[in-house]
């Protein structure tokens, strides 16, 4: 599968789908996409790059395991919902920023939220794949 | 006062840490506790006797309207003082009955468990709240009962008890939930001023069986007394404590408590006459087959609590009076019985009663202590237990009804009573002692000592009954709905029936003692009729079930998943289909379908293809690649219908499926042919009429109109109140953020999981590789 | 549409089962997922298909002003694709554990509990 074509491709379209998977994750409030496609997509470009260039060259790309994306993705989550406690609001109520960022729009704790999931969905497909080529 | 409660619960926590030091020389210092207890609860003897109610509520779950709500009257304070009072000179005889035990400090524990759950139990003022301790009770008796964990006869016995109370503890809840939706309140005490809408109620009858049946388990009431003979295999204290004296007068307790709300109705009262007579005669007739100590102690006490339950049952003022009365006497006679029982039991290593005799020239103190618990229990003036005994022949001479047949029961039993208590107290330390004995050594002052602080109560508050009259009685029948201010409790009344009936009980009484001694023949004739008794047909039940459910296990859960598939399967497409086609017949509405298009018809018939090609390749990879084009296919139709996010989503895992399938797949071994082609005919029938089924059932539900009032909701605010404008996304973020959060902790575990299965070796498996 | 789109969950459906009731552990993962895709398109189908009318409110307006497609079973069926990939992975790894214990594709071998073995 390793051919010189498909490596060097790889090389690039890493990037390009990881940025292409952030931008799905922060327009997911307005147009289709969202943490789960987002994540699924920076998955995949892993995925691709460790196929074209073998397993270790993409952790090591890495630096950490992406199991522990899992944790941080999740506690993302958790507190993005707790924050409004702090200002005598319910348990995930929404909250926002008054004025809309530039590119981004509006942001909230939604959008953390969202990025919780993002993290996470990487961290799970990340993990299964890699475990799963290891030791097959 | 929820300190109170806490204190056993915290010590036996404190215990878990602490046991190596209350396992040795100081255990005796946790009787502190129970002394400490029954101090606080004795300094409320003024108020509560001066008719004040101390009521205490600590919020729990008040969106349910359950409150830790307490509740300390008469009632409760008589309660609270023989949980704490008997459970200190319990806990004390302890210390020298189980010396150098290796888990006594375990004991203690489950004992200061139990003691707090008891306490909780009377005086909680919630329903759920007297529930939950009610249940602790049954759980920690378990332990108690099951202590001598090795012997298999003594984990059955607990099994039995907490089979039958938790059973009771199951009907408690089901009556506390059908009070609470009758009356709108747990709160006890506020039931009492609804007590006509009660009774008006034409639930009220469900309810109270439900009552009933709580305390008739827990008080050991004719059906469901036999798990308290088996209880007996518990060490002593247990008996003494839980056994007699307070957690098998927790049904008593309850039939009190509810008095007032749910009594003087005709069938409240009748039943419990009834369930209580019978009880009384029953095991009082049985007591007398025993050889066993505390199998005669056993037989009597569950006769004692027929007579309590029989007298609540008469519910006139002089019963009440009676009844409370009656539960001192009780308490302070049987458990002192116990005592003494464990004491011969723990020097001389027997507790058969035809071998014993004479003890008194070794063991001096716990004679008297026997003989005095003997003569109260028998009803012999001055003690306090012919207080007792009067007040219930006054009471039954004034029943209803039936007025003779009551009174011949109540002597009767009471005779048999009088026999009990003769043979446990006096016959063991009468007559000449056998040889076997005489090196028995004398136990020391703190297995005697509680003996006979109990034994002299029950003469000093017989001598002088204005000590408990206005402090303990009084408030008892005023917490039961009536007065009793002008009544006192006195020896003499002068000559009348009630003296002559005592009289003749005591004659009869010990003339029995004298006639019929306690024999191995008279225990082995009533062994005969074991196999009617209600044990024996539980047990049966209990056999059958298993049988059964064995049976079936066999027939349903073989080990095959196949069978699982197509037992599932054959249900759901008879069911399904018998209701469908049974009620109407499916109509397809054309107006309000959409055009097939051609683009469309092409991507459903590669769908249908796919499909096809994934089920009857013969070759693995073909089937993933194909099963990889039924994804897509999918995909384009929830591109189609509107569902951009969907078929984004599809679209990646797909992607993910079969990149993970090969990953693995070509590690695994090809197809085999394993089934013929009879299976496979079966199998696709089978399938084809599920697939049918679901198709009909589809197109039945599309005739039918929809309700989209929450997708609507959504769609209108979510961007006036989640500030976004891809609907599906917001509701997944923002208004179902929780159910989000939990769909991404699964994927999490998932993937532990995985690491797991993989990375981690599997020791067991892998060496027996 | 809806009579096409029911027809194929009706195969969906038949497929998986069918699949699930074969003997080797390959098939029936491939039942599962086939089943579970089936499930997907009921509810889909079920909350009422639209064509041409995403969930999504469209340039500055705040409000919906044309009619849309139904956003709860998408949202439903959205969280139930990327569970039901959890659950394939975790099932794949199970077989593949099973089958380097047991070795054998046969599930009828693996009737047996730790008890006999």
């Known amino acids: ?136 | 006062m929820l300190t109170a409660i806490l204190l056993g619960f915290l010590f036996a926590l404190f215990l878990v840490f602490t046991g190596k030091f209350f396992r040795g020389k100081m255990a005796i210092l946790s009787a502190l506790i129970p002394a400490g207890l029954f101090a606080y609860f004795a300094s409320f003897i003024p108020k509560i006797s001066s008719g004040e109610i101390i009521s205490r509520t600590y919020q729990w779950v008040p969106a349910f309207g359950v409150d830790l709500s307490f509740k300390l009257d008469g009632l409760s304070l008589l309660f609270s003082l023989m949980i704490t009072g008997i459970g200190f000179l319990v806990f004390a005889y302890t210390a020298s009955y189980l010396r150098g035990h290796k888990y006594l400090d375990r004991f203690y524990g489950y004992l200061s468990l139990f003691m707090a759950a008891m306490l909780g139990l009377v005086l909680s003022d919630n329903l759920i709240s007297m529930f939950v301790f009610w249940e602790l009770t049954s759980i920690s008796s378990f332990f108690l009962i099951g202590f001598n964990n090795t012997n298999p006869a003594s984990r059955k016995s607990a099994l039995t008890a907490l089979g039958i109370t938790g059973f009771g503890g199951f009907s408690l809840l089901a009556g506390a939930l059908l009070l609470g939706s009758i009356s709108g309140t747990y709160s006890i005490s506020e039931m009492l001023s609804m007590k006509e809408a009660i009774a008006g109620s034409e639930y009220y009858i469900l309810a109270v069986v439900f009552i009933f049946v709580a305390a008739f388990t827990k008080s050991a009431q004719f059906p469901f007394h036999f798990w308290l003979p088996g209880a007996m295999k518990a060490p002593t204290p247990v008996s003494t404590y839980l056994h007699s004296a307070t957690m098998v007068k927790a049904g008593i307790y309850l039939l009190m408590r509810f008095t007032p709300v749910l009594g003087d109705q005709e069938f409240w009262n009748t039943t419990l006459i009834i369930v209580g007579g019978v009880t009384m005669v029953y095991s009082a007739v049985h007591a007398l087959f025993r050889t066993d100590l505390k199998g005669v102690l056993a037989y009597s006490t569950i006769s004692a609590l027929g007579i309590l339950v029989f007298l609540i049952g008469l519910g006139s003022k002089d019963a009440f009076l009676a009844a409370s009365v009656f539960i001192i006497v009780h308490a302070l006679y049987k458990a002192t019985l116990f005592l003494v029982t464990g004491i011969i039991d723990h020097q001389t290593g027997t507790r058969d009663v035809t071998k014993l005799a004479g003890l008194r020239k070794i063991m001096m103190p716990v004679a008297i202590a026997g003989i005095l618990a003997a003569i109260s229990s028998a009803g012999i003036p001055p003690t306090v237990g012919f207080l007792g005994k009067e007040l219930t022949y006054e009471a039954s001479l004034h029943a209803e009804a039936f007025t003779v047949v009551i009174v011949v029961a109540i002597v009767l039993t009471k005779i048999l009573l009088l026999w009990a208590g003769f043979v446990a107290g006096i016959k063991p330390f009468t007559g000449k002692l056998s040889e076997e004995y005489t090196n028995v050594k004398a136990p020391d002052f703190l297995m005697w000592g509680p003996a006979i602080i109990l034994a002299v109560l029950g003469l000093i508050f017989g001598i002088f009954p204005m000590i408990i009259e206005s402090a303990l009685v009084k408030p008892v029948v005023s917490a039961l709905g009536a007065d009793a201010s002008e009544y006192h409790l006195a020896l003499w009344h002068g000559f009348n029936t009630v003296l002559l009936l005592s009289a003749i009980t005591i004659a009869v009484g010990v003339l029995l003692y004298f006639l019929v001694k306690p024999s191995v023949k008279l225990e082995n004739k009533i062994g005969k009729l074991e196999f009617i008794s209600p044990k024996s047909i539980l047990e049966k039940g209990t056999h059958y079930f298993n049988v059964f459910s064995a049976f079936w296990t066999n027939v349903f859960q073989n080990g095959y998943l196949r069978n699982y598939v197509t037992t599932i399967v054959l249900f759901l497409v008879v069911l399904v289909s018998y209701i469908m086609f049974g009620s109407s017949r499916v109509v397809i509405d054309h107006t309000q379908l959409s055009q097939v298009t051609a683009y469309e018809l092409v991507v459903a018939l590669i769908l249908i293809a796919g499909v096809f090609y994934t089920v009857f390749t013969k070759s693995r990879l073909a089937a993933v690649a194909a099963m990889g084009v039924v994804g897509l296919a999918i995909c384009l139709i929830f591109v189609f219908y509107s569902a951009p996010d969907l078929a984004m989503t599809q679209f990646s895992i797909d992607t993910l499926t079969v990149i993970l399938f090969v990953l693995v797949l070509y590690r695994l071994p090809k197809y085999l042919t394993l089934s013929d082609y009879k299976m496979r005919i079966r199998d696709g029938v089978l399938s084809a009429a599920l697939g049918t089924v679901i198709c009909l059932l589809a197109l039945q539900v599309l005739a039918e109109p929809t309700n989209s009032e929450v997708g609507d909701f959504y769609a209108k605010n979510a961007y006036i109140m989640a500030k976004g404008k891809n609907v599906v996304n917001v509701i997944l973020v923002d208004f179902r953020g929780i159910d989000t959060f939990m769909e991404i902790s699964v994927l999490a575990i998932a993937a532990i999981g995985v690491f797991g299965l993989l990375k981690l070796r599997l020791k067991s498996t892998d060496r027996s590789q | 549409m809806e009579v096409l789109l029911a027809i194929i969950i009706g195969i969906l459906y038949a497929a998986g089962i069918y699949m699930m009731l074969r003997r080797s552990l390959v098939k029936l993962i491939i039942g599962i997922i086939l089943l579970g895709n089936g499930a997907n398109l009921l509810i889909f189908l079920l909350g009422r298909i639209t064509e041409g009318a995403p969930p999504i409110i469209p340039g500055e307006s705040k409000v919906f002003l044309e009619a849309y497609a139904d956003p709860v079973p998408q949202a439903l069926i959205l969280t139930a694709i990327v569970i039901s990939f959890g659950l394939q992975s975790f099932a794949i790894i199970l077989v593949k554990r099973a089958h380097k214990v047991v070795k054998t594709d046969d599930l009828d071998e693996m009737n047996a509990t730790d008890e006999d073995s």
């Open chain 1, 1 to 136: 599968m390793s051919t010189l074509i498909l490596r060097t491709a790889s090389n690039y379209l890493l990037p390009v789908l990881l940025v292409f998977s952030i931008f799905i994750l922060l327009r997911g409030h307005y147009l289709p996409g969202g943490g789960f496609v987002g994540g699924l997509i920076a998955a995949i470009a892993f995925v691709l790059h460790a196929f074209a260039n073998g397993l270790d060259d993409t952790k090591n790309l890495l630096r950490f395991h992406p199991g522990f994306l899992m944790p941080v993705g999740l506690a993302l989550a958790f507190f993005s919902g707790l924050s409004p406690i702090f200002v005598d609001q319910a348990f995930m109520t929404g909250l926002w920023f008054p004025e809309p960022f530039p590119v981004i729009g509006n942001v909230g704790s939604a959008l953390f939220f969202d990025i919780g999931v993002y993290l996470v969905v990487i961290g799970v497909t990340l993990t299964i794949i890699f475990t799963i080529s290891e030791s097959a």
